[in-house]
């Protein structure tokens, strides 16, 4: 209990900062320090950035900022990367304010937008800014949450475009995972938002203990009170060397029948294994990432087989019931091809899988039951680690090495972060608990390192694009705009790294100058003799490599004019000297690698390097034709007749014959200029030199650096040139102005901007039906997964086929005018998706149209919201007309079955 003088220095305290004392009385535990710190920053007017580990509350900083708006009669945007967590903190803040004083914006869900606390994806909230939505009067505070996004490289400049364009009076919380230059991006906050207050929190609420699961025995990563590495894990990477370099050295020992040499001496857990350890050990539930959908799915179906039931029958009825509500508005003709009964199954008796291929209304229920701790073990792919509320007891890793889709890459420090920080749920848990499984060669010094390191660079991955160009040039002008995108933080982070290339520079130069003075004659302008020495040096360079090059072309030549029986005296290479030619390879496209056989027994395929120069036969002679190259014996027989025929021969190397080459007669006026040059008698003459060709060196090296310091000063402003230089010659731009067809751009987002516009100014989808026009639609929104080995494209109609003919012509074009201007933004349109999506709005059934996608469910949904935004665009954009009607018409049809279904709930 505390003493009245502390109770009186609190209240004294919360005089200073009534709202924070306020809010801080809502919650039935006391703040940490970085918590408070930042609200009370917040309540003097500052801008917060807050950069905290996964779990450790530093979300509480953002809705602060929307208790303070609604005390102070302002409004509060809170903005969030995913659909998802906009969703579930649509749901938190209703449940706490009142669902009229909460609305939703998201491209599934309009829900009282203006009511004072909005939560949004981050993308409504540039819309709306480029927009000058009247939803923005009255705004007094904006959260960003994970605004380490901006680094995406596909979606980040929206939070740049959104930091940089709010009005000045808008405050704005940031709220960042631990990352190294988090200074850095506090310092670029206060230059574009003004005075923001970092705030690093670097301890995690609950203390994380790390483990390494071999077979079924877990051990700690470290000795126990140290950061030292576990002796024992250590000495289990030895013997798994030893392992290996025993079976190396012994080729010749098989495995045992029916079964392959096990690659470690220890065994890899399965997943019966690790859900067992984990329930013996007290460190259910757990989340076990497996960087494959795949085996997800598989490792689920493996609990199941062994038959493990993680729940009472309590639990197990209100799972069912649970999963049945949310999943009663399914069709019953779908269910069976969705996987239901097996997904039931599964998540009833605790266990469940979680990746992007399942429907959205699965992964909801996995995230309902997951947080109220009814579901003990998820199997999730990494989609799971980003924004989604999910903190469990214990993370298990699959193995540290994943798939990028393009190669199999090393998890980063900063990914190990990411899936290890939601372990150790906050009030609930004393500890956390990340476990690695043992894989062979794993080295457990690699884990400490990555268990070690806490952070990871946060870089900008800005570009303006013709939408942002047009919107910007509307609101503010050319000259305007161009000022503001270099406030971004990727010019900021370029105009840091010249500074300190701009001083290595001046340092350069410095040192150039010294050189400079130490190469002065006194006879005459020596850097003026410098470069006749220079270009005499390079001519005569480059007469020898063109007499190598002629060298070795003779070489070539004369080893394609072999014959087998040839006697040849190899010039160099470990098998030199006298030799007869058993093959001499000349069809070889690699070019010719004669077999020989030496004087000394060596029969041996030769390459071109063993050829420096030419070769001539000396003689031939007969080789027998039952002479075999493997046998000892007739090596012997025929290296010693070589010996008695050809031996006397090998004395007599073969002669090199320069084939006249000409010297350059410029060489020869070159060494007449020098000698006539009045520095050529310096006595000083090769000091001079020496420094000369120091600075020389040193100018040539510094000159990469200059380079560099004017390609990164001002990068994004050029940037934002030609991509008006692109918008000039279409039409969309007349300088200030912003023509009618780029207002009309204005209300395009997304990658395929410009296809877009150009394809509604030349009325490409004029006259197709509603379920072509998606068919044809869905080009500007679909990527294969592996595009070099996906089919051709099929099309349902000959409309849809000629309006995407004339889609990609219009792309080509753009294509090309793109690359006049040194960019490359649109990518080709696909129309993999096209069929599909026709069967969709014609009304066919889910199970074939998911097998004509040939996607799993939850791609699908996903693929078709993407659509379902871009004809909205189209629709918006075309103004209206027949066009219009039939969008709208497109939209109603997309919009059924699973795809209609949007939950605000998760």
Known sequence: MSTPAEQYARFRKDRQHPHVAAFRDLYPFGLDEFQLEACKALEEGHGVLVAAPTGSGKTLVGEFAVHLSLETGRKCFYT????????????????????????????????????????MTTEVLRNMIYAGSSTLRGLGHVVMDEVHYLADRFRGAVWEEVIIGLPPSVSVVSLSATVSNVEEFGAWLTEVRGDTVTIVEERRPVPLHQHVLVGRKMFDLF???????????????????????????????????????????????????????????????????????????????????ARLNLTSQEERLAIEAHVDAAC???????????????????????????????????????????????????FATETLALGINMPARSVVIDRLTKWNGENHVDVTPGEYTQ???????RGIDVEGHGVVLWQPGLDARHVAGLASTRTYPLNSSFRPSYNMAVNLVHQVGRGRARELLEQSFAQFQADRAVVGLARQVRKADEAIEGYRESATCERGDFM????????????????????????????????????????????????????????????????????????????????????????????????????????????????????????????YPTAYRDGGAVEDPRIAELRREMRDHPCHGCPDRESHARWAERMIKLDRETENTRRRVKDRTNSVARQFDRVCEVLDSLGYLNGDDVTAEGKRLQRIYGESDLVVSESLRHDVWGGLSPAELAAVASGLTYTARNSEDAPPPRYPTKAVAEAAESMGLLWLQ????????????????????????????????????????????????????????????ISDASGPGPLRDTARAALDELRTGVVAYSSVSS
């Open 528 to 651: 003026e003799y410098m470069r006749l020495r220079r270009a005499l040096s390079d001519l005569e360079s480059a007469g020898s490599k063109a007499r190598r090059a002629a060298r070795r072309e003779e070489a070539l030549d004369s080893l394609m004019n072999l014959r087998r029986g040839d006697v040849i005296n190899v010039p160099a290479g470990k098998f030199s000297g006298l030799a007869v030619v058993l093959d001499p390879d000349t069809g070889n496209r690699e070019g010719p690698r004669p077999m020989v056989l030496t004087a000394n027994r060596h029969a041996r395929r030769l390459a071109a390097v063993d050829f420096p120069t030419a070769v001539e036969p000396l003689m031939n002679m007969r080789i027998p034709k039952s002479f075999n190259p493997r046998d000892a014996q007739s090596r012997r027989d025929l290296a010693s007749t070589l010996r008695n025929r050809a031996g006397h021969l090998g004395e």
């Open 814 to 873: 753009l294509d090309q005018l793109e690359r006049e201007h040194r960019l490359r933004f649109l990518r080709r349109p696909d129309f993999g998706f096209a069929h599909a999506v026709w069967l969709w709005c014609e009304g066919t059934s889910l199970d074939i149209v998911l097998g004509a996608a040939e996607m799993a469910a939850g791609d699908f949904v996903r693929a078709m919201k993407q659509l379902i935004d871009t004809v909205a665009q």
């Open 80 to 119: 969030t990367p995913i659909k998802a967590l906009s969703n579930q903190k649509f749901s938190d803040f209703s449940e706490r304010y009142g669902a009229e004083n909460v609305g939703l914006l998201t491209g599934d869900n309009t829900i009282n937008g203006e009511a004072p606390i909005v939560v």
């Open 419 to 425: 899936l290890t920080g939601r372990a150790g749920r």
């Open 223 to 305: 000795e126990p009170g140290t950061t030292e590495v576990n002796r024992t894990l250590e000495q289990m990477a030895r013997d798994d060397a030893q392992w290996n370099r025993a079976f190396s050295k012994n080729r010749s020992r098989r495995p045992e029948k029916g079964g392959r040499r096990p690659r470690s001496r220890h065994r890899t857990p399965d997943r019966i294994d690790i859900v067992l350890k984990l329930e013996s050990e007290g460190l259910l539930p757990a989340i076990v990432f497996i960087f494959s959908r795949a085996g997800c799915a598989t490792a689920v179906e493996q609990c199941l087989a």
């Open 328 to 378: 009663a508005h399914l069709p019953d003709e779908d269910l069976q091809v969705l996987g239901f009964h097996e997904f039931r199954q599964g998540i009833a008796r605790g266990i469940a899988a979680h990746h992007a291929g399942m429907l959205p209304t699965f992964k909801e229920c996995v995230e309902d039951l997951f947080s109220e701790g009814l579901v003990k073990v998820v």
